[in-house]
């Protein structure tokens, strides 16, 4: 005896189909010809806007990291050295325009790089904050351990705090003082968090306020300093 099972049947779910239609309207097929005209068109129009940065790309490196690169960084003046950041494995640095690559920041408790600023009138001045904002995606990010400077070019780091956001989306250090800079944290990426928003530092990192919050669900990602003004913010 077969068994007979009392619930309902879900109804057929088909595909959307509006993609075909936008394609093949307003004849409902598509047409080749038409197709093939705007392909040659495209690339007709791409030949005759081409400019400098159209040059082939070629693969500078590191490799040897954990997911993707989150930031670079080149000093004001300089011609050769590159500071890269990675999602969860360190700073690297470059001095020979990216022909060969140095691990910077191993020795800090957190390798997940949110963002790095570098000062403009200082160049051995650096920050960096720790852990990524843009979770999600194919891969995990991890929570950082808040932001770090060094005032030797990267070759040593010293812990400035705030290791409790969670992820770093922006440093920005002030073009006129280099004691003054800014955070935007993005927070906790899995949990509220009353640590989120942005921060403000007058003392080198020794001492943090914050200075905007909106909820503990709403997160600080970007900053821009006005090149003109240095007490406007935008976030």
């Given at each position: 005896?077969?068994?007979?099972?009392?619930?309902?049947?879900?109804?057929?779910?088909?595909?959307?189909?509006?993609?075909?239609?936008?394609?093949?309207?307003?004849?409902?097929?598509?047409?080749?010809?038409?197709?093939?005209?705007?392909?040659?068109?495209?690339?007709?129009?791409?030949?005759?806007?081409?400019?400098?940065?159209?040059?082939?790309?070629?693969?500078?490196?590191?490799?040897?990291?954990?997911?993707?690169?989150?930031?670079?960084?080149?000093p004001v003046g300089s011609e050769s050295d590159i500071y890269a950041g990675s999602a969860s494995g360190g700073i690297f640095k470059s001095q020979d325009l990216g022909s060969t690559w140095e691990a910077i920041f191993d020795e800090s408790k957190s390798l997940a790089i949110g963002d790095i600023d570098i000062s403009k009138s200082d160049?051995?001045?650096?920050?960096?904050?720790?852990?990524?904002?843009?979770?999600?995606?194919?891969?995990?990010?991890?929570?950082?351990?808040?932001?770090?400077?060094?005032?030797?070019?990267?070759?040593?780091?010293?812990?400035?705090?705030?290791?409790?956001?969670?992820?770093?989306?922006?440093?920005?250090?002030?073009?006129?003082?280099?004691?003054?800079?800014?955070?935007?944290?993005?927070?906790?990426?899995?949990?509220?968090?009353?640590?989120?928003?942005?921060?403000?530092?007058?003392?080198?990192?020794?001492?943090?306020?914050?200075?905007?919050?909106?909820?503990?669900?709403?997160?600080?990602?970007?900053?821009?300093?006005?090149?003109?003004?240095?007490?406007?913010?935008?976030?």
């Amino acid at each position: 005896m077969a068994c007979i099972s009392e619930r309902p049947r879900s109804p057929k779910v088909l595909p959307s189909d509006y993609l075909f239609m936008q394609r093949s309207f307003p004849k409902g097929s598509i047409d080749k010809e038409a197709y093939h005209r705007a392909l040659d068109q495209m690339k007709e129009k791409a030949i005759k806007t081409r400019g400098p940065f159209d040059n082939p790309w070629i693969n500078l490196g590191p490799i040897n990291i954990c997911g993707r690169i989150t930031d670079i960084e080149m000093p004001v003046g300089s011609e050769s050295d590159i500071y890269a950041g990675s999602a969860s494995g360190g700073i690297f640095k470059s001095q020979d325009l990216g022909s060969t690559w140095e691990a910077i920041f191993d020795e800090s408790k957190s390798l997940a790089i949110g963002d790095i600023d570098i000062s403009k009138s200082d160049t051995d001045i650096i920050y960096v904050g720790t852990g990524e904002s843009n979770a999600g995606g194919g891969s995990l990010a991890y929570d950082g351990y808040g932001v770090y400077g060094s005032e030797d070019g990267g070759a040593s780091w010293s812990h400035l705090g705030l290791e409790n956001v969670g992820s770093i989306g922006k440093v920005k250090i002030d073009p006129s003082d280099n004691s003054r800079i800014f955070v935007a944290a993005m927070g906790a990426l899995f949990q509220n968090s009353n640590e989120r928003g942005i921060y403000r530092t007058t003392d080198s990192g020794q001492t943090w306020e914050q200075i905007l919050f909106i909820s503990d669900s709403t997160g600080g990602i970007d900053l821009v300093i006005h090149p003109n003004d240095s007490n406007v913010i935008y976030a």
